[in-house]
């Protein structure tokens, strides 16, 4: 097979795709380099395995999450704050997909993609963060009902980038106003 040359978001891309169609047990160099018009040792020259490969792609994804994240100012208001999130949270919501691979690279990880899952588990941890600094805000403010327990919010925002499986004909964005409207009525003060 002819070499050519790849970057990084065709592999990205193609990865996306084979774990879309086979998951992390069907996922394999052989299809992926088939998918890429490539041999397989044109992607070894990428990645060493499997799990190097899928860590670079979750940390991929989490790292555009995140840059995305912090153009949401902190200036504007929670309910504002809260529909941009849940909108990222639609725009990048093959953040669930990398943390369901997570335990299976976990098994195999070498010194190099422990390092990436670290990185990745605190990256977690901050978008976390910023839902539970959003949620005491907006408690603080008198914007969010005081009965209404804090832990339950923040799990309930954070959880709701797994509602974007259930999204049929809707747009990102009407999805994401959806979600957001349905969370700011139940926690709205009055």
Known sequence: MAKRKL??????????ALLTESGYEGFHFKPLAMSLDVG???IYEYYPNKEELLAAYMSHIMEAFVHDQ?????AETFFVQLEKLIYLFM???RILLAIDLTPHIEKKANE??????KQLWAHHHQVFDYIRRLVAEGIESGEIRQDVPAH???TLIFQSISLNKARKTETKEEWASAISELIVKGIRST
Not at 7 to 16: G, L
């Open 70 to 74: 912090k153009h949401i100012s902190q």
């Open 152 to 154: 339950l919010v923040e």
């Open 91 to 93: 725009k990048h919501d």
């Open 112 to 117: 190099r993609v422990k390092v990436v899952l």
């Open 40 to 42: 397989r040792s044109t």
């Open 7 to 16: 970057n990084k978001e065709d592999i990205f891309a193609a990865t996306d």
